[in-house]
């Protein structure tokens, strides 16, 4: 039993909420019809929660003394804005935040005034993130769990949970009657039962007594006591959501409050379902999360472009999530190929080539849940996986088996790097049988050998020497093989070493921050000095590397 929240608590606390959330997700995706009915509203808060939890477990390692409640608490709060999924993990990121805040603020114990403090915060950044916030959803439910809290008047923070919990399902059981979509369906709020799943576990943390299993059951207008809860799903859409046919959500960068509030004026002309949510730095300098329901993506793309720097883009098919449900309509073609790539401008050369694209963050690699949803997505009966990043490989076979225990047949193709997928891509022929363009694709892979520039930040002793910062080193193969005074001479040396061994084509992929003049230097000394060989030079738009180098 705990008397205050502390980090052990925060840290128990998003075991047992994940831990319920996977208990019930099935439930909670089969009752969503608002604001689509796309059952995935469980799977997307536990996807959520499960990022958060990442960050969180992140933060513990790094700090051998153990955070504080309040760093334990931002950095829950920060890995579920990084990883929100859908409208309902957007506001749950913000129920995070909102506490986060408030534990933060606390003046010594965080008990229970600082508990319904951050209940109050969550339910009114949930409220705004909302363009138009509607009764009888998750932001009823927790408005209800706020005000309950805010009541009691006591500094207990079991008090607090309980009578926040409580009310939470009370609100829920009405959410059917305020909602015409829930009325329809005879079902309650989905996102509303996701919170008060959350608020049980923490009643059950706080207190060491277990949460039972709530009955969820509607009531119906004017009704003064529970009727029967259908099971079966309306497949109907929200009024206002039926004339648009994707969800788009993104990371911003790079903005502010005045850009980001013409984001969302822009994004509520294209489509709905507008949730544009920050991390609270000041001036909104710091990140976002933009979600929207639309048909125009690349409105939605560009008015996120002109806010900012748009990254981690999510682009999802309401028919499809719909179909998925039916075995019978899972899969419209028999294959695909689906290459992870943390560089936007060598994800549209992906693309290009055939190959369905999982695009990420470098630095914040999917998860297996991310990749197995992806592997989902394309409706293939048969899909070569490129991870495209040595370090990927274990989470791709993880993802990989798990996709093949619903029925998909998939096959990890082996690929250390963005150049190495693409060389496999460049093989790939649909009209193969497929065991056989798995097995070209592997071998091109495995064939080209890579290597890339990184400019030194600090001395060091690496295997051919000390560099110094500023200083150039040249990697192939993982190992550091050359230190250069600068990019042009480094790329060169580099190329040089690579083709020692032979190679018929050298491909160049620019990071996000080189200029064109590098590849253009680069192409023309191996054309003078290796005439045999051939050059292609792209831009890639990797943050990490200045320049990568393929030899084939």
Aim: aromatic share 2%.
């Amino acid at each position: 039993m705990a008397r205050i929240i502390d980090t052990a608590v925060i840290t128990r606390w998003t075991a047992a909420s994940m831990a319920a959330l996977e208990q019930r997700c099935a439930e909670i995706d089969r009752i969503n019809v608002f604001p689509v009915a796309d059952r995935d509203t469980g799977t997307n808060m536990l996807l959520t929660l499960r990022a958060a939890s990442d960050e969180l477990h992140r933060g513990l390692r790094a700090d051998e003394s153990a955070p504080s409640c309040a760093a334990a608490a931002a950095a829950l709060a920060q890995g579920a804005l990084v990883g929100a999924r859908g409208n309902s993990g957007v506001i749950l990121s913000q129920v995070l935040r909102g506490l986060s805040e408030a534990i933060t603020e606390a003046a010594g114990p965080v008990g229970g005034t600082a508990l319904h403090a951050g209940l109050e915060r969550a339910r009114r950044l949930a409220t705004a993130a909302v363009a138009q916030p509607r009764e009888g959803t998750i932001l009823s439910v927790l408005a209800e769990a706020a005000r309950a809290a805010a009541s009691t008047g006591s500094g207990s923070v079991e008090e607090v949970a309980v009578a926040a919990a409580e009310a939470a399902a009370v609100a829920l059981r009405a959410t059917t009657a305020q909602l015409p979509d829930l009325a329809k369906a005879d079902v309650v709020d989905a996102g509303g039962l996701g919170l008060l799943v959350l608020l049980d576990a923490l009643v059950e943390v706080l207190t060491g007594r277990p949460s039972s299993t709530r009955p969820v059951r509607p009531v119906a207008a004017g009704a003064g006591g529970p009727v029967r809860c259908r099971e079966a799903l309306l497949i109907e859409r929200e009024s206002g959501s039926t004339e648009f046919d994707y969800e788009v959500m993104y990371l911003l960068d790079g903005s502010d409050d005045g850009r980001m509030a013409a984001l969302r004026g822009e994004l509520e002309r294209v489509g709905d379902s507008v949730a544009v949510v920050g991390d609270g730095t000041p001036g909104g300098a710091g990140l976002w999360n933009v979600h929207v329901h639309c048909t125009d993506i690349g409105a939605a793309l560009e008015a996120g472009i002109a806010a900012g720097r748009p990254h981690r883009i999510t682009v999802l098919r309401f028919a499809d999530q719909m179909e998925a449900a039916s075995p019978a309509r899972r899969f419209v073609r028999e294959r695909a190929v689906l290459m992870a790539v943390a560089a936007p401008q060598a994800a549209e050369l992906a693309r290009e080539a055939g190959a369905d694209v999982l695009e990420f963050t470098a630095g914040l690699p999917p998860d297996e849940d991310e990749i197995t949803v992806a592997l989902a997505g394309t409706r293939a009966r048969h899909v070569a996986l490129l991870p495209g990043d040595a370090g990927l490989t274990a989470t791709a076979e993880r993802a990989a088996a798990e996709a093949r225990r619903t029925g998909q047949e998939v096959v990890v193709v082996r690929s250390s790097s963005a150049l190495q997928g693409l060389s496999a891509l460049a093989v790939h022929d649909p009209a193969r049988h497929a065991g056989d363009d798995v097995a070209a694709m592997a071998e091109a892979a495995a064939a080209t050998r890579t290597g890339g520039l990184l400019v030194a930040e600090s001395e060091a002793l690496t295997w051919v020497g000390r560099c110094q910062p500023g200083e150039v080193l040249g990697l192939s193969d993982g190992e550091v093989v050359l230190i250069a005074p600068d990019l042009a001479v480094g790329a060169l040396w580099l190329a040089h070493r690579m083709l020692a061994p032979g190679g018929e084509l050298v491909t160049a992929l620019l990071g996000a921050d080189a200029d064109d003049e590098l590849g253009e230097r680069l192409a023309e000394d191996l054309r003078r000095t290796h005439p045999e060989v051939d050059v292609l030079v792209y831009r890639g738009g990797q943050t990490d590397y200045p320049l990568m180098l393929g030899v084939e």
